[in-house]
């Protein structure tokens, strides 16, 4: 089995920061693309940052120049370092990776089970 395991995100004034981890765990895959996925009350989910295996990072307009993509490709972990917090970053962050499972021979998409940014005013 494989999953991923995220930390991170809780309650902040505008303006903070905080600092999403994720890490994939499981054995016999290797990884891709990793990304972190938002979704707000009443909206759809959408990509908030993603990172290639490469390092080439791509970002939602809403958060440059704020929001800090990394992976750490040793340890499967991708991070998400949020800065100068608005109250609409309030969402449930999702972590997402699309793993190569080496067994199986096939790419899979995994999602987290979410994490909670509350950005108060």
């Known amino acids: 089995q494989v999953q991923l395991e995220e930390s991170g995100g809780g309650l902040v004034q505008a303006g903070g920061s905080l600092r999403l981890s994720c890490g994939a765990h499981?054995?016999?895959?290797?990884?891709?693309?990793m990304g972190w996925y938002r979704q707000a009350p009443g909206k759809q989910r959408e990509l908030v940052a993603g990172?290639?295996?490469?390092?080439?990072?791509n970002y939602a307009d809403s958060v440059k120049g704020r929001f800090t993509i990394s992976r750490d490709n040793a340890k499967n972990t991708v991070n998400l370092q949020m800065n100068s917090l608005k109250p609409e970053d309030t969402a449930v962050y999702y972590c997402?990776?699309?793993?190569?499972?080496?067994?199986?021979?096939?790419?899979?998409?995994?999602w987290g089970q979410g994490t909670q940014v509350t950005v108060s005013s």
């Open positions: 990172i290639t295996s490469g390092g080439n990072t």
């Open positions: 499981g054995r016999a895959f290797s990884i891709n693309a």
């Open positions: 997402n990776a699309d793993l190569f499972r080496i067994n199986l021979g096939v790419t899979q998409t995994y």
